[in-house]
């Protein structure tokens, strides 16, 4: 069998995405703005990404509050923590492996 690299999950593959859902997987929840300011997102980007990571399934986001007083807190689903521990194994996996030689022999040591 030929030798072939995992599948990385191109949702998460991504920076911001990966700083968002990093966040969360460690927080039990964090409000919008934190997040601005912890991944260094301007509002516009973030708000693009966490939709792509809800549509998904992997946030849920509540909304609490209306006009200047609103307030967006975002959590990480269960399936969100699948794909985030997923995509870490597989990053992990091609960095130990490494890629076998034409031979299909890896290099030790």
Same mark, same amino acid.
């Given at each position: 069998? $030929? =030798? @072939? =690299?995992?599948?990385?999950?191109?949702?998460? !593959?991504?920076?911001?995405?990966?700083?968002?859902?990093?966040?969360?997987?460690?927080?039990? +929840?964090?409000? =919008?703005?934190?997040? /601005?300011?912890?991944? %260094?997102?301007?509002?516009?980007?973030?708000?693009?990404?966490?939709?792509?990571?809800?549509?998904?399934?992997?946030?849920?986001?509540? @909304? +609490?509050?209306?006009?200047?007083? $609103?307030? +967006?807190? /975002? /959590?990480?689903? !269960?399936?969100?923590?699948? $794909?985030? !521990?997923?995509?870490?194994?597989?990053?992990?996996?091609? =960095?130990?492996? %490494?890629?076998?030689?034409?031979?299909?022999?890896?290099?030790? %040591?």
């Amino acid at each position: 069998m $030929a =030798f @072939k =690299f995992p599948v990385i999950n191109p949702l998460l !593959h991504n920076e911001l995405r990966l700083k968002i859902m990093v966040a969360l997987d460690s927080l039990e +929840s964090a409000n =919008f703005m934190y997040l /601005c300011e912890i991944t %260094g997102a301007t509002r516009g980007n973030l708000s693009v990404q966490i939709k792509l990571l809800q549509e998904a399934d992997y946030l849920q986001v509540d @909304k +609490s509050g209306s006009g200047p007083a $609103a307030r +967006s807190t /975002c /959590c990480i689903t !269960h399936k969100g923590m699948e $794909a985030l !521990h997923a995509y870490e194994q597989g990053l992990r996996r091609m =960095f130990a492996e %490494g890629v076998p030689d034409m031979d299909g022999k890896r290099k030790l %040591g």
